[in-house]
Each structure stands twice: as structure tokens, then as C-alpha cells.
Nanobody, 125 residues
Framework: QVQLVESGGGMVQAGGSLRLSCVGS????????MGWFRQAPGKEREFVAV????????FYADSVRGRFTISRDNAKNAVYLQMDSLKPEDTAIYYC??????????????????WGQGTQVTVSS
């Protein structure tokens, strides 16, 4: 079975940092773009960041650009999200996801076909 498992979430004060990890199993994802989404209570799931199949390109939502960094390690079948200068508005459940093979950088959730279970990130003020 294909599975994506996120970890690294937790509670942090505003201005702090967290590093999220997502490890895949059941198949390799080295030919897929991989991304991060988040969903806060009462809101739609929103795009956060995506990296291309080889990690050569990335794209970020305006709300996190300059603060978050996405990276991947295909040898470990993993994708990461380094989150710095966290704000209370970043509080959400964060999900990793895999998209289609290639170097495209999708930012719509319907362009992704595998999803993790999510990890909670809470930023206090």
C-alpha cells in the first residue's frame, strides 16, 4: 500500500521554527513533484509549497515565501518543510502529498493523488 507519513509537528511560540518530515512507502516518488498543504479550522485546504521531481525547482504560496523552505531526499523517499519565523496564522494541520511524474509545480490540491494523514502545527502568540 502507498503511504505517506508526516512528522515533526508540534507547538511553538511565534517567531520559532519547526521542521516537518514526510516519508513515503509502498513505492518510490522520485519521479513525482511533492508538495505541502495545510488546513486550519473552518478554512479550505490551501497550498503551501511544492518541489519538482529532482528538487531542482520549487514554488511557494505568497503567505510563506521567505519563511518556509521545501526540500527532498529521493534516496530516503522523503520531503521536508523547514518553517522559520512562524506566525499564529500558520496554525493548521499540515499534509504532504505527491503529484504526477515530471517537473511541473502544481499548486492545486486536485493535481495531487497521494496524501499523508497530516501533522498538527500550533503557533502561539
Amino acid at each position: 500500500q502507498v503511504q505517506l507519513v508526516e512528522s515533526g509537528g508540534g507547538m511553538v511560540q511565534a517567531g520559532g521554527s519547526l521542521r516537518l518530515s514526510c516519508v513515503g512507502s509502498g513505492r518510490t516518488f522520485n519521479d513525482h513533484s511533492m508538495g505541502w498543504f495545510r488546513q486550519a479550522p473552518g478554512k479550505e485546504r490551501e497550498f503551501v509549497a511544492v518541489t519538482s521531481w529532482n528538487g531542482g525547482k520549487s514554488f511557494y504560496a505568497d503567505s510563506v515565501r521567505g519563511r518556509f523552505t521545501i526540500s527532498r531526499d529521493n534516496a530516503k523517499n522523503a520531503v521536508y518543510l523547514q518553517m522559520d519565523s512562524l506566525k499564529p496564522e500558520d496554525t493548521a494541520i499540515y499534509y504532504c502529498a505527491t503529484s504526477f511524474p515530471g517537473n511541473k509545480l502544481p499548486y492545486n490540491d486536485y493535481e495531487y493523488n497521494y496524501w499523508g494523514q497530516g501533522t498538527q502545527v500550533t503557533v502561539s502568540s
